[in-house]
Every structure is written in C-alpha cells, then in structure tokens.
C-alpha cells in the first residue's frame, strides 16, 4: 500500500462546476498536511495547508479527517485556470521529508 | 518569498558524463532535498540535507551523490550519468521540520543520450 495514495483522475469538469477528489495517507500519527498545485512542466507550488478544523481559501477548501486517515480538495466555481495536476503531501513521521502523492489531475472545459 | 534557484531549465549530456545539477536558496532554510519526477510515478526523494556538510539517502540514491559545503547550496552530482536518469530534477529547501511546506525550484530537466 503506498504511503500517500490518490485517485489519478483524470477529473473532466465543465467551467462552474464543482469538483473535489480525495487523499489517503498510512500513518495516523501525521501532523502536518498540504495541497500543492503543479502546471504541466512546472514545479510544484504550495496552494493550502490543511488544517484540523478544515480550511478555506477563495474557491478552495480543504478538510482532514483524521479517523478516515485522509484529506479532501474541493474547488468551488472552477476556472479554466484551475486545470493542474493536485498533489497531496503529508509530512508523515513528523520529520524533515514531505511524503507525495501521485497527483490528481483535474481539466476544467470551457 | 523564499526563492530556490536551479541552475539550468535543460540540460543535455552524454552517457558516461559526470553531470553537476545546482541549486541555491536564498531564505537561510534549514533543509534542502534533491527529487526526480517521472511520469507516472510522481516524485522520489533522492537525496537530502538538513544542515551543512550533512546528507542523508533519501528513496533512490543510487548513481547518485550530494554536496551541500554552504546552507545556501545544494548540489546533485550523477558521477556517470546513464540513460535512466533522463528526468526532471526538482530541489527544494524548508524551514526546520516539514511542518511548514516545501518550496521548490523551477526544476531541470535532463536528458542523457
């Protein structure tokens, strides 16, 4: 089982449309949580942190739930723009290295 | 904003080169780290430093070695570089535990003919 999993999509979603995707992480024990956004051929980017009571940001909210071991992205109104691949990252023992996903990758469709 | 620098976008070299990969940051961060990025299976841990002169493996070492002799510079040395290692490099460097998020380079990427 790997560390960090996601759903690869790809998600498909009109302009407007709301779409959210999940992550699942191994270690109950991790503190520290992030949703990174990479354009194709470009380096990662921190988009949120997530935090315990969940979190918004503009069209963007994420969630932790920690009895389920994962996190959710939901983006709100999407935006042509919104097209990237979301990774997920854990900090999974608490120490210096960040755990990634694979990627979810979302195209928004005019 | 913290800015990590990598020294070149694209980078083409022969089988068998001893190839230099580069990168600074510019925020005094503590820990720097060295990922390649491939299609499919997204970013393996290389290398990583967290403070001068100290390295630890990271996922994929092998082919692979790391100099860090200033906080600010990170180096990926492949001593003989092999096909295989055609990829993406990305560096990136945090503040203290990974409690803060990573920031990354623009990458490079590499080809080996």
């Not at chain 1, 999940?22 to 194709?40: E, L």
């Not at chain 1, 854990?90 to 469709?109: I, M, P």
Request: proline share 3%; net charge positive.
């Amino acid at each position: 089982r790997k560390e960090v999993e996601q759903d690869p999509g790809p998600f498909n979603v009109p302009e407007g449309a709301t779409v959210a995707f999940n992550c699942t992480y191994s270690n109950s024990a991790s503190q520290s949580f992030f949703w990174y956004r990479q354009d194709c051929r470009k380096e990662p980017k921190l988009l949120m942190s997530v935090y315990s009571s969940g979190n918004e940001d503009g069209r963007f909210t994420a969630q932790l739930n920690r009895a389920s071991q994962y996190i959710s992205l939901l983006i709100r109104d999407s935006k042509l723009s919104d097209s990237a691949t979301y990774l997920c990252v854990v900090n999974l023992y608490n120490d210096y290295k960040l755990s990634f996903g694979a990627g979810t990758t979302v195209t928004v469709r005019a | 904003d913290v800015k990590v620098t990598q020294s070149s976008r694209y980078l083409v070299k022969r089988t068998g080169e001893k190839v230099f990969l580069e990168c600074v940051q510019d925020m005094d961060h503590e820990n720097m780290f060295w990922y390649r990025q491939d299609p499919g299976l997204g970013l393996r841990l290389i290398y990583f430093s967290y403070d001068v002169k100290m390295k630890e493996k990271g996922d994929i070492p092998e082919g692979y070695s790391v100099s860090r002799e200033k906080k600010e510079r990170f180096s990926l040395i492949l001593e003989s570089a092999s096909t295989n290692q055609t990829s993406m490099y990305l560096c990136a460097s945090s503040l203290r535990a990974g409690r803060y998020g990573y920031t990354f380079g623009s990458g490079t990427r590499l080809t080996v003919v």
